[in-house]
């Protein structure tokens, strides 16, 4: 027969199946006060290294996996037509399902922060990998609690941390934690996305416990009679058998119907739970195949500009890349490039970058549109001034002299370059009675000036100036001020985006000569409309707030599907800045 063939090649013998039948059926006592511990504080681990974005956290929790003895009970249940042991499995999964969940819920509303983190994201939306895993992962683990411990004990952390059924069930504890505390609907979507993954692990595992069960003929007639003698002295299997007697449906229920039609039952609820879980994954699909095109069109599109665009004939660099972004919507496809450009593009290569992008990508140049933000440079031809006129016969007086020298200054700085993509924006003079003048350059950019180009930076200075003891320093404006995060289809400015938004009302009114560039995103099933909505409650509050004009910000939709909007700085015009003169005394 085939099922004792199996069990003899893995080792698995009369006297094993026994113990196996028995260890299952004492592990699900409700009055085994350990197990409910274990429940509660994996159910906590899981929940704080949820929410605390941490894999190593939530892996501890996997490991505890307290659920899987009630899960490989069902599957037990279901192989041999055990009626006592399917409702005592039944209720003790339940128990254990809502003690976890109420704990998480009970954490989630102690908790000063409710954000949506990484790990919380991924298990809101099962698909049908996830089955595949958990098939496997049962499997696994049912072979690995019949068959005699000589190593394959190695197997069962793998099988928790595979299949970790805690930290879904704290997903759905963080959802209703989210809906009675801050958003009904946000909150029920998450937790009927870790809802449904819990399950298709449930019914996964039973399945695949249930088939090893029974390829081991788990059931036979002597195993039965052990289980028989070892329930009659069990006080709550005789308390479960007497309600069950209660029952008007006993007589049926007590055999479970017939194998066929058991396995009926397990296959109607696994095609149940493929029609979401493979929406779920063909969405995942649209949403790749989607970012895959947006990174190819971005590539192409920087590839060919750093190719053909980005320099002279000469080789000397002419511009680059400061931003891309691209946008598709009814085959017609955009690309946004912000360069920083010495000198202005023409309309002819403009149109020559269309032609061979749209070669590139394969389509029509009539469905590509180019839009380029060009931003000179302090090398551009467009910036250079215009020489002024001398007075011919200068008043020598100290205002005079003052003046002058201040114009020397201006023009000794203005004709400066620093290294990219450091940009000039202001210039300071302090004088101190008594001390040398002090010159203080501010300048925007990404990072700092390394020290070595600092120290020749200053000493260009002193040298254009004349002045050797002068003492040059510098100071960084950062171009990147930080993200501004909403929540699900809302555009309401938090307290902290607000004193993000300060600081950068503070720099717009210090810095005249700077403009802010707002790249508002969305995600996919959000309104269309909401994203205008975000950018114009972060005008309006610029505006109220700092009297920032609308026209010093620079407002764009992204294509990340993300909550938030970034905020960077950019030099509005680089006409050479007034000198400020900051007089110092003791």
Same mark, same amino acid.
């Given at each position: 027969?085939?099922?004792?063939w199996?069990?003899?090649?893995?080792?698995?013998?009369?006297?094993?199946?026994?113990q196996v039948?028995?260890d299952?059926?004492?592990?699900?006592?409700?009055?085994?006060?350990?197990?409910?511990?274990?429940?509660?504080?994996?159910?906590?681990?899981?929940?704080?290294?949820?929410?605390?974005?941490?894999?190593?956290?939530i892996?501890?929790?996997?490991l505890?996996?307290?659920?899987m003895g009630?899960i490989?009970?069902?599957?037990?249940?279901?192989?041999?037509?055990?009626?006592?042991?399917?409702?005592?499995?039944l209720?003790?999964?339940?128990?254990?399902?809502?003690l976890?969940?109420?704990?998480?819920?009970?954490?989630?509303?102690?908790?000063?922060?409710?954000?949506?983190?990484?790990?919380?994201?991924?298990r809101?939306?099962?698909?049908?990998?996830?089955?595949?895993?958990?098939?496997?992962s049962?499997a696994?683990?049912?072979?690995?609690?019949?068959?005699?411990?000589?190593?394959?004990?190695?197997?069962?952390?793998?099988?928790?941390?595979?299949?970790?059924?805690?930290?879904?069930?704290?997903?759905v504890g963080y959802?209703?934690?989210?809906?009675?505390?801050i958003?009904?609907?946000?909150?029920l979507?998450?937790?009927?996305?870790?809802?449904?993954?819990?399950?298709?692990?449930?019914?996964?595992?039973?399945?695949?416990?249930?088939?090893v069960f029974?390829?081991?003929?788990?059931?036979?007639?002597?195993?039965k009679?052990k289980?028989?003698?070892?329930?009659?002295t069990?006080?709550?299997?005789?308390?479960?058998?007497?309600?069950?007697?209660?029952?008007?449906?006993?007589?049926?229920?007590?055999?479970?119907?017939?194998?066929p039609?058991?396995?009926?039952?397990i296959?109607?609820?696994?095609?149940?739970?493929?029609?979401?879980?493979?929406?779920?994954?063909?969405q995942?699909?649209?949403?790749?195949?989607?970012?895959?095109?947006?990174?190819?069109?971005?590539?192409?599109?920087?590839?060919?500009?750093?190719q053909?665009?980005?320099?002279f004939?000469?080789g000397?660099?002419?511009?680059?890349?400061?931003?891309?972004?691209?946008?598709?919507?009814?085959?017609?496809?955009?690309?946004?490039?912000?360069?920083?450009?010495s000198?202005?593009y023409?309309?002819?290569?403009?149109?020559?970058?269309i032609?061979?992008?749209?070669?590139?990508l394969?389509?029509?140049?009539?469905l590509v549109?180019?839009?380029?933000?060009?931003?000179?440079?302090?090398?551009?031809? &467009?910036?250079?001034?215009?020489?002024?006129?001398?007075?011919p *016969?200068?008043?020598?007086? =100290? +205002? !005079? #002299?003052? %003046?002058?020298?201040?114009q020397?200054?201006?023009s000794?700085?203005g004709?400066?370059?620093?290294p990219?993509?450091?940009?000039?924006?202001n210039?300071?003079?302090?004088t101190?009675?008594?001390?040398?003048?002090?010159?203080?350059?501010?300048?925007?950019?990404?990072?700092?000036?390394?020290?070595?180009?600092?120290?020749?930076?200053?000493?260009?200075v002193?040298?254009?100036?004349d002045?050797?003891?002068?003492?040059?320093?510098?100071q960084?404006?950062?171009?990147n001020?930080?993200?501004?995060?909403?929540?699900?289809?809302?555009?309401?400015?938090?307290?902290?985006n607000?004193?993000?938004?300060?600081?950068?009302?503070?720099?717009?009114?210090?810095?005249?000569? &700077?403009?802010?560039?707002?790249?508002?995103?969305?995600?996919? *099933?959000?309104?269309?409309? =909401? +994203? !205008? #909505?975000? %950018?114009?409650?972060?005008?309006?509050?610029?505006?109220?707030q700092?009297?920032?004009?609308?026209d010093?910000?620079?407002?764009?939709?992204?294509?990340?599907p993300?909550?938030?909007?970034?905020?960077?700085?950019?030099?509005?015009?680089?006409?050479?800045?007034?000198?400020e003169?900051?007089?110092?005394?003791?």
């Amino acid at each position: 027969m085939f099922r004792d063939w199996f069990a003899d090649n893995l080792g698995v013998s009369q006297a094993r199946k026994e113990q196996v039948y028995l260890d299952i059926c004492s592990s699900i006592s409700l009055e085994d006060a350990s197990y409910w511990i274990q429940v509660l504080f994996a159910a906590g681990i899981a929940t704080l290294g949820l929410v605390l974005n941490s894999p190593a956290v939530i892996i501890g929790a996997m490991l505890i996996s307290p659920l899987m003895g009630g899960i490989l009970a069902n599957g037990l249940a279901l192989a041999a037509g055990d009626v006592i042991l399917a409702m005592r499995a039944l209720l003790n999964l339940l128990l254990s399902c809502a003690l976890a969940i109420a704990f998480a819920v009970l954490l989630v509303s102690w908790l000063p922060f409710k954000e949506m983190t990484s790990e919380i994201a991924a298990r809101t939306r099962p698909n049908i990998l996830d089955l595949f895993v958990a098939l496997f992962s049962g499997a696994v683990g049912s072979v690995a609690i019949c068959k005699e411990a000589k190593g394959v004990a190695t197997s069962i952390p793998g099988v928790a941390i595979a299949v970790a059924l805690m930290p879904p069930l704290c997903v759905v504890g963080y959802g209703i934690g989210v809906a009675i505390s801050i958003n009904p609907v946000k909150g029920l979507q998450v937790a009927s996305g870790g809802g449904l993954l819990f399950f298709t692990n449930l019914v996964a595992i039973t399945f695949t416990a249930m088939l090893v069960f029974l390829s081991l003929h788990i059931d036979n007639l002597q195993v039965k009679e052990k289980v028989r003698e070892w329930r009659n002295t069990h006080p709550e299997s005789i308390w479960m058998q007497g309600i069950l007697e209660r029952l008007p449906a006993y007589q049926k229920l007590k055999k479970i119907g017939s194998l066929p039609g058991r396995l009926l039952l397990i296959f109607m609820t696994i095609g149940a739970i493929m029609f979401p879980l493979n929406q779920s994954l063909n969405q995942l699909r649209k949403e790749i195949t989607l970012q895959q095109q947006e990174n190819r069109v971005r590539r192409s599109a920087i590839d060919l500009w750093q190719q053909q665009f980005a320099t002279f004939s000469s080789g000397e660099t002419r511009s680059y890349i400061g931003n891309i972004s691209t946008s598709e919507k009814n085959n017609k496809l955009t690309v946004q490039l912000q360069v920083f450009s010495s000198k202005q593009y023409t309309p002819e290569e403009k149109n020559n970058f269309i032609q061979q992008l749209a070669s590139r990508l394969g389509k029509v140049p009539e469905l590509v549109t180019l839009k380029l933000v060009e931003i000179p440079t302090a090398s551009s031809e &467009l910036l250079r001034p215009i020489p002024e006129e001398k007075p011919p *016969e200068p008043v020598i007086n =100290i +205002a !005079q #002299l003052q %003046s002058s020298f201040l114009q020397e200054v201006q023009s000794a700085l203005g004709e400066m370059r620093l290294p990219q993509p450091a940009q000039m924006i202001n210039y300071e003079l302090i004088t101190i009675p008594y001390e040398p003048l002090r010159i203080r350059l501010v300048y925007l950019s990404e990072r700092d000036i390394e020290k070595d180009a600092q120290v020749l930076l200053a000493d260009n200075v002193r040298s254009k100036l004349d002045y050797q003891s002068a003492l040059v320093s510098m100071q960084r404006i950062a171009t990147n001020l930080g993200v501004i995060s909403f929540e699900q289809d809302q555009s309401t400015l938090t307290p902290d985006n607000a004193k993000l938004l300060d600081r950068a009302g503070q720099i717009l009114q210090q810095f005249p000569n &700077l403009q802010l560039e707002v790249m508002v995103n969305q995600e996919l *099933e959000e309104e269309q409309e =909401i +994203a !205008q #909505l975000r %950018s114009q409650a972060i005008t309006d509050y610029l505006k109220t707030q700092w009297q920032i004009n609308s026209d010093r910000l620079i407002l764009g939709v992204g294509t990340e599907p993300q909550r938030r909007a970034i905020l960077k700085l950019t030099v509005k015009s680089l006409r050479r800045p007034p000198i400020e003169t900051i007089p110092e005394t003791f």
